[in-house]
């Protein structure tokens, strides 16, 4: 009997001492998207579908005021009543430049190549921008062109952009992390986190709570801060505790304080752990939408400004000296007609000049090379940053900001060549 008692006091010993381990886990729920009152306010917004010569090789030129809306078929957007071409409160300029047509199995085309996208405000302000590289399916119509293809498609593309965003959504799933203990029996502190956590996310899920139980529950988990239990190491406690205060923080609508314990709690991640990256996706999508300013222009739009920064005054090359307006290459391609990942020091942007009347104008492949004065006084030029090319504009103390950009960095450059960031 006692060797019996002894064997059974050795297990729950055992149990007790190297049982225990944390983890995380996910829940997925529908939640409704919290927004900014600069957010909430977007009712009507205009989709611009902006061609390049590339999409039907047949024709020439693309007229400077010259998009696609017109072409769209889709019910989608004929039916949509927050489209306002007049005055919108937001609109998504959408481009495309085709490297490659292919098609699936059963036929059905598509292309591969460069979307280029800018999302602005009801003052042109930039909400945001970029271009990736992307493979879109083209649905044939029925005695259409190839631009029909491929404005519907970019108008689909631009949908699912604004979703994306959640600009247009006012609920979103998310697969949301937390974290739990296992094999805790032998620990009941333990044993009542796991429980009051899963009631956590019950409520959260039913979005049945006050602030007052999201304080408590702050409070409860804040307590484990320092305690030992068992074999559990530090930095795997503190990755449950503040993994799941971070969760909390983000029903709180505090995302700055979501993502602080969110940095405390990967510092307990496992190299191949997977947690921490959708974690942080939740937070960016949702701080995105609760953005309130936007402090930066785009200062010329025209039908090619998906592509291109568009400038109007005097550049200079060299000796040579233009007139007119210039268009530079906005971004530097995703990906070369190749598929291969474009080098930095291998990209310099184009420009396109157009003096006087001249439509079609004439293309320079070394547009970095340029200044430009533009007839409102700003100077425009290329510096490198760690060897990549920024279009920067001169400020009157002398340092540099990128243009038509929604970086907020200021450089000084004293070899005029090289940026440096400006210290604060």
Request: glycine content about 6%.
């Amino acid at each position: 009997m006692t060797q019996i008692k002894t064997t059974l006091l050795f297990l729950l010993f055992s149990a007790a001492v190297i049982a225990q381990k944390t983890d995380t886990e996910t829940k997925k729920f529908t939640i409704p998207v919290p927004k900014s009152e600069y957010f909430n306010s977007i009712k009507k917004y205009n989709i611009v579908i902006q061609g390049i010569n590339k999409w039907d090789r047949s024709r020439e030129i693309i007229l400077p005021n010259e998009t696609f809306q017109k072409d769209i078929t889709l019910d989608k957007y004929k039916n949509d009543k927050q489209i306002d071409s007049i005055s919108p409160d937001l609109k998504i300029l959408v481009g495309f430049i085709p490297s490659k047509y292919q098609a699936d199995a059963t036929g059905r085309p598509s292309v591969n190549g460069d979307l280029n996208f800018i999302i602005l405000g009801k003052n042109d302000e930039i909400i945001t921008m970029a271009n990736v590289n992307r493979t879109i399916a083209l649905d044939r119509v029925k005695g259409g062109a190839k631009e029909t293809e491929m404005a519907n498609a970019l108008c689909q593309q631009a949908y699912d952009l604004l979703d994306g965003y959640l600009i247009t959504k006012n609920d979103v799933e998310l697969t949301f992390n937390y974290g739990v203990f296992e094999k805790c029996e032998a620990f009941p502190e333990l044993v009542e986190f796991n429980t009051k956590t899963q009631e956590l996310l019950a409520k959260l899920q039913a979005l049945s709570f006050e602030d007052k139980y999201l304080d408590e529950m702050e409070t409860y988990y804040k307590s484990f801060i320092g305690k030992t239990f068992g074999k559990i190491k530090d930095k795997d406690l503190n990755k449950i505790i503040y993994l799941n205060l971070s969760l909390i923080e983000i029903f709180k609508v505090n995302f700055p304080k979501a993502e602080e314990y969110l940095a405390v709690a990967k510092e307990g991640a496992g190299l191949l752990s997977m947690w921490p990256d959708n974690a942080k996706k939740n937070l960016q999508i949702l701080k995105f939408v609760n953005q309130t300013e936007f402090k930066h222009k785009i200062e010329t739009i025209n039908s090619r400004t998906a592509y291109a920064v568009v400038l109007k005054g005097t550049a200079y090359y060299k000796k040579k000296i233009f007139t007119g307006t210039f268009e530079f290459t906005r971004f530097k391609p995703a990906s070369s007609g190749g598929g291969s990942i474009v080098s930095l020091d291998s990209y310099s942007p184009s420009i396109s000049i157009y003096e006087g009347t001249d439509n079609a104008g004439y293309m320079w492949p070394n547009g970095n090379q340029f200044n430009v004065k533009t007839t409102d006084g700003r100077e425009i030029s290329f510096k490198k940053y760690k060897g990549e090319l920024i279009m920067v504009e001169k400020i009157a103390d002398g340092t540099f900001k990128p243009y038509e950009s929604e970086s907020d960095d200021i450089y000084t450059s004293p070899d005029d060549e090289k940026l440096e960031l400006k210290k604060a």
